[in-house]
C-alpha cells in the first residue's frame, strides 16, 4: 500500500499542508512541529518524490502589485506610493519583494495578471482598486490563486480577503461636517462609477442629506478622473449651475487641489464663498491653500495590512477570507467653515 502525505499528516496531528511545508524545509515551521512530522514519515515510510517536491514548494518570494491605471496616472496621485510603502514594509519584514504590473488600458492590464499567474512570478497578488466588473477579480478567484484587495470587491466579498476603510460610513460623516456648517446645496465629485468605492462613497453622501431632510440633486453629481485635472473640471459644470453649490465633497485629495485651483481662477474664496472637503489626507492636504479638511484613511495601514493578510495567507492554506476595516478620521482644517 501507498503511504500519502495525509498518511503522514494523521499520524502526526497536523495538516497535509503542514507535512509539505515540513518537506520542503520551510522555515516558518517550527523545530518541534517538524520533527514530529518526520518521525511518523520514518515510522510509516514515507518517501517524498523529488520531482513533485520541487515543483510543489517552488516559490518566488514576491508579491504581484496590481495598479489600477497606466503608471504615469497613477503615481500622480499620492495615494499610490503611500499604500506602496505599507505593502513594501510588511513585504520586506518576511523577507519578499514586489513585482509591480502597470498597462495602459485593462486589457494589458489583465493580460499582465495572467502572465504573473501563469508565468509563476510571484507567490500572491494584490490588487490596488476593484470594479463592478471586474475581470482580474474573476480570474483570480477562479483560478485558486492567492490574492488580497485594497478596497472592497464587488463580487464574492466574504470570499476574498480584502482591506478598506467603511467608505460608506466616512462620507456620511464628511457630508454631515458640512451640513452643521449650515450647508445645503453640496456638491459630489467622485471618481468612475464603476469602482466600488465610488459607489459606497456617494450611497453615504447621499444618506446624510437625506437623514438631514435635504434634496438630492443629480446635477451636483459629476464624476471625474482621480486627478488634478478631473477636479478642475467638475468645477467648471458645477459653478455655471443657476443655483451653484455652496460645498463641495471631493473623493481625492489631489482631485480637491483641482477644485481649489480652479475656484481661485474664478476668483472664489475658499471657504468664505465655499466649503471645499476630501478624502485621503496625503500631504499636500496639509500644505494646500487653504489647507484641506480631508478624512485619514490610514493608506499606510491599509498596504501593510494588505501584504500582512496575503503573506498569512500564503503561510496558512486553510486560512479563512477576512474583512479588515481600517479606522478613519475627519481632520478639519481651514477649507470648510460655516455658510454665510
Keep these: 500500500m501507498t503511504v ?47 520531482n513533485a517536491r520541487s515543483l510543489a514548494a517552488r516559490s518566488t518570494q514576491a508579491l504581484g502589485l496590481v495598479m489600477p491605471s497606466s503608471a504615469d496616472k497613477a503615481f500622480q496621485n499620492p495615494f499610490f506610493p503611500e499604500v506602496i510603502r505599507g505593502i513594501s514594509t510588511k513585504a520586506h519584514e ?31 497578488i494584490i490588487l490596488l482598486s476593484t470594479s463592478m466588473d471586474d475581470k482580474i477579480v474573476e480570474y483570480l478567484y477562479s483560478s485558486h490563486f492567492p490574492f488580497t484587495v485594497v478596497g472592497k470587491p464587488y463580487k464574492y466579498e466574504d470570499k476574498i480577503s480584502h482591506v478598506d476603510n467603511d467608505n460608506y460610513k466616512a462620507a456620511g460623516e464628511l457630508t454631515k461636517h458640512l451640513i452643521d456648517l449650515g450647508h445645503e446645496r453640496i456638491a459630489f465629485i ?6 466600488v468605492m465610488t459607489t459606497d462613497r456617494l450611497l453615504g453622501y447621499e444618506r446624510a442629506l437625506r437623514n438631514a431632510n435635504i434634496p438630492f440633486r443629480e446635477d451636483y453629481i459629476v464624476h471625474e478622473e ?3 485635472e478631473g ?19 471631493v473623493m481625492d485629495d489631489l482631485m480637491a487641489l483641482g477644485v481649489l485651483g480652479m475656484l481661485s481662477e474664478k476668483g472664489i474664496s475658499v471657504p468664505d464663498d465655499v466649503s471645499v472637503v476630501s478624502f485621503n489626507n496625503v500631504m499636500l492636504a496639509e500644505l494646500s491653500n487653504p489647507p484641506l479638511t480631508s478624512v485619514d484613511i490610514n493608506i499606510f495601514q491599509l498596504g501593510y495590512r494588505a501584504a500582512d493578510c496575503l503573506l498569512d495567507t500564503l503561510e496558512n492554506e486553510d ?16 477649507s470648510s467653515a460655516p455658510y454665510r
Design 4 to 50: 500519502t502525505i495525509k498518511d503522514v499528516a494523521k499520524l502526526a496531528g497536523v495538516a497535509p499542508s503542514t507535512v509539505s511545508r515540513v518537506i520542503a524545509n520551510n522555515p516558518r515551521i517550527s523545530d518541534s512541529t517538524k520533527k514530529k512530522v518526520r518521525d511518523a514519515m520514518d515510522y510509516l515510510g514515507y518517501h517524498p518524490n523529488i
Design 319 to 334: 486560512k479563512k477570507p477576512e474583512r479588515i476595516i481600517i479606522p478613519h478620521k475627519i481632520i478639519d482644517r481651514m
Design 94 to 124: 518576511k523577507g519578499f519583494a514586489l513585482y509591480i504590473s502597470t498597462g495602459m488600458n485593462e486589457e494589458e492590464i489583465f493580460d499582465g495578471v495572467v502572465e504573473m499567474v501563469q508565468g509563476r512570478r510571484v507567490d500572491g
Design 226 to 228: 482621480f486627478l488634478k
Design 231 to 249: 477636479g478642475s473640471g467638475a468645477v467648471e459644470a458645477l459653478m455655471a449651475l443657476a443655483e451653484p453649490p455652496t460645498a463641495f465633497v
Design 190 to 195: 467622485g471618481g468612475s462609477l464603476n469602482l
